[in-house]
C-alpha cells in the first residue's frame, strides 16, 4: 500500500459505522461525496501551515472551500467546519496523503474529541495501519523516505497513551479488525506490548521504545506473500523456510539502519525463541531472551488467536488466553503470561494522579508458587495451541489402509475403546465448498479399531469423509487413517467432539 491510495474506503462509512453510533450522544457519520474522503477536524489543527485544501459541506449540501493550503488553520473556521458536520472536514482524494502526515501527529487530539463519539478510535487505528502498510511495502527506502522516521514518532505518541490515558490505549486497541492482516498485526502488537510492558512495571522512559521493536517485530517478513501468511494447510519445505528466517531478515533490516539499539533489534531477533530453548533462530532459553522479546511472543501469539484465518474464527479473548497459558514455562515466560491474563481478563483501572500523567505501576515481583497456583486454575484446551498456528511440515507419513472390509453395520461401539490422547491432523475429503478446503489440528480423544474420536473447534457434518494423520510419538512419520464422520456433539466447554469410523461405505 503506498501513501496515494488510502487502505480504507474513501469514506469513514466504511469503517466502524457500527461503533460511531454506540456511544451516547447524538452523532452522525459525514454524507460522501465523490473525490473527497470525509476526515476528523481534530488532527487539522495546529500552528504549521496546511499542504492542501479543507472543505466542507455547506448548508446548500455542496462541498466549499473552508482552508486553503499555504496557510495556518484557522480556529473559527475550522469550527464552523465541526459544526456543519459534526468532528469531520473533507479532503480530496489527492490530498489525502498529505493529510495523513499531519493527521498522525494529531492522533491524540482525535482520540480525545468526544463530539465525533467511539468511531474515532476506528479512525485512529486505521491511520497507524495505512503507515505500517506503506513501512511494509517501502521497507528498503523507509529511512530515506521518512516513513521509519514518522513509525518513532507515532510511537512516543502511544507510549504518552500509556503514561496518561490508558484507557484510550486499551479502546484503541479493541478497534482492531476481526480479520488479520500483516499490517494490523504490526500495530496490535506495538499496542499490546505496551499494555504487558506498563503491566509489568517497566521502566516508562522505555515504552516508546517498546511500542517500536513490537511495531517492528515482523519486518522480516515485508515481501513475503499474504497469502503464505495465512496458508491453511500444512507449509512446504521451502515456504517454512522463508517464514522461519524472517527473524534473521527483521536483524538485518534492523541492522542495516543504523540506529536502534540492541534492545530493540533483539525483539525482531528473538520473538521466536522460547522459554524452554525448542525455539529459533538460535534456541534460545529462559533469561537469556531479551525480556523484549519474551513479553512480544506473547503479544504476538495472542494477536493471531484472536484474529480470523480463511480457514478458521478468531478466538475470545478467554480462550486465547488459556491457550497461552497452557504453554507457560514451555514456550512463554510464566510470570509474563500471568500478567497479560490479568491485563486482558481482568484489566486494573488506571490510578488518578494529580496533572495530565498518572504514575507508572511499580516493577511486578511475583514467587514461583504464585505464578504456578494461578495458571494450575486455568482451564486447559483439548486442542493444543498449535493448531492455530502456521503448521510446519512433516516428513511423508507411513500410507496405510482402512482396517478390515466394509461392515454394513456401524459396530464401532462393539469394539473396546482406549484413553487416547494425541495431536493428529485432520483433512476434509472431497469438499463441498471452499470454506470446506482447510485441514486443522486436532486432539484424539479415544480410539478403537473402528473409530476414533477427536476434538475439535469447529462442527463436522455427519457422514463427511476425512482423512487423519496420526503422527507417532516423534512427529515426524505417522500413518494415514480415512474415516467417516458418524457424530458430532459439542462438550459443555463448547468444543465439539467428533466422532468417526473407520469402516464405511464407498
Known amino acids: 500500500m503506498t501513501m496515494d491510495t488510502p487502505r480504507s474506503n474513501r469514506n469513514p462509512q466504511a469503517t466502524g459505522s457500527a461503533a460511531a453510533g454506540s456511544g451516547t450522544g447524538s452523532f ?3 454524507p460522501a461525496f465523490p473525490g473527497y474522503i470525509a476526515v476528523p477536524a481534530a488532527v487539522i489543527g495546529g500552528q504549521a501551515p496546511l499542504d492542501f485544501c479543507v472543505s466542507i459541506k455547506n448548508p446548500q449540501g455542496e462541498i466549499a472551500p473552508c482552508l486553503p493550503a499555504g496557510q495556518p488553520p484557522d480556529a473559527a473556521k475550522l469550527a464552523a467546519a465541526e459544526s456543519a458536520n459534526p468532528g469531520y472536514a473533507y479532503v480530496t482524494d489527492a490530498d489525502y496523503p498529505k493529510y495523513r502526515l499531519r493527521a498522525e501527529s494529531g492522533i491524540p487530539a482525535l482520540l480525545a ?7 474515532r478510535f476506528r479512525l485512529a487505528f486505521e491511520l497507524l495501519t495505512q503507515l505500517a502498510d506503506e513501512l511494509l511495502e517501502s521497507s528498503e527506502q523507509a529511512q530515506a523516505g521518512g516513513t521509519l522516521d514518522r513509525v518513532v514518532a507515532v510511537c512516543k505518541l502511544l507510549a504518552e497513551l500509556a503514561t496518561g490515558r490508558l484507557d484510550q490505549l486499551r479502546t484503541l486497541a479493541g ?3 476481526n480479520d488479520w492482516s500483516a499490517a494490523q498485526h504490526m500495530v496490535s502488537v506495538a499496542i499490546g506490548g505496551l499494555r504487558l510492558a506498563r503491566a509489568l512495571g517497566l521502566d516508562s522512559k522505555s515504552w ?4 517500536l521493536a513490537c511495531w517492528l517485530h515482523d519486518i522480516g517478513m515485508a515481501g513475503v506473500p499474504a497469502s503464505l501468511q495465512i496458508k491453511e494447510g500444512r507449509l512446504s519445505e521451502a515456504e517454512w523456510q522463508l517464514l522461519h528466517d524472517h527473524p534473521a531478515r527483521g536483524r538485518e533490516w ?15 531477533d528473538q520473538h521466536h525463541e522460547q522459554h524452554n530453548g525448542k525455539g529459533y533462530p538460535q534456541g534460545l532459553s529462559g533469561d537469556s531472551i531479551h525480556p523484549w522479546a519474551r513479553l512480544c511472543a506473547i503479544v504476538d501469539t495472542y494477536d493471531q488467536l484472536v484474529n480470523s484465518r480463511p480457514f478458521r474464527d478468531g478466538l475470545t479473548p478467554q480462550r486465547a488466553v488459556w491457550l497461552i497459558n497452557a504453554e507457560a514455562g514451555e514456550r512463554f515466560d510464566p510470570m509474563m503470561c500471568v500478567v497479560w491474563q490479568n491485563e486482558i481478563l481482568e484489566p486494573a483501572p ?6 495530565d500523567k498518572a504514575p507508572a505501576p511499580q516493577q511486578v515481583r511475583m514467587d514461583s508458587e504464585t505464578v504456578s497456583r494461578i495458571l494450575a486454575a ?12 502456521p503448521l510446519p511440515p512433516l516428513a511423508p507419513a507411513v500410507q496405510t489402509r482402512r482396517t478390515s472390509i466394509y461392515i454394513r453395520k456401524d459396530e464401532r461401539r462393539n469394539f473396546e475403546r482406549f484413553p487416547f490422547v494425541r ?4 483433512r476434509i475429503v472431497n469438499p463441498e465448498n471452499a470454506e470446506q478446503r482447510i485441514s486443522f489440528w486436532a486432539s484424539t480423544v479415544e480410539l478403537s479399531r473402528g473409530g476414533l474420536r477427536f476434538a475439535h473447534a469447529r462442527p463436522i457434518g455427519i457422514g463427511q469423509v476425512v482423512s487423519i494423520f496420526l503422527p507417532d510419538r516423534g512427529g515426524t512419520t505417522g500413518k494415514n487413517l480415512l474415516a467417516m464422520v458418524a457424530h458430532c456433539r459439542m462438550s459443555p466447554d463448547n468444543v465439539y467432539h467428533v466422532g468417526c469410523r473407520f469402516d464405511f461405505p464407498e
Open 28 to 30: 452522525e457519520l459525514p
Open 113 to 119: 474529541d468526544e463530539q465525533i463519539g467511539p468511531h
Open 175 to 177: 478497534s482492531a479488525d
Open 208 to 211: 516508546d521504545r517498546i511500542a
Open 254 to 268: 534492523l541492522a542495516n539502519q543504523g540506529r536502534f539499539d540492541a534492545a530493540v533489534v533483539a525483539v525482531p
Open 350 to 355: 488506571q490510578p488518578e494522579a494529580d496533572g
Open 378 to 389: 486455568t482451564p486447559q484446551s483439548p486442542i493444543p495451541l498449535e493448531g492455530y498456528l
Open 423 to 426: 495431536d493428529c491432523r485432520v
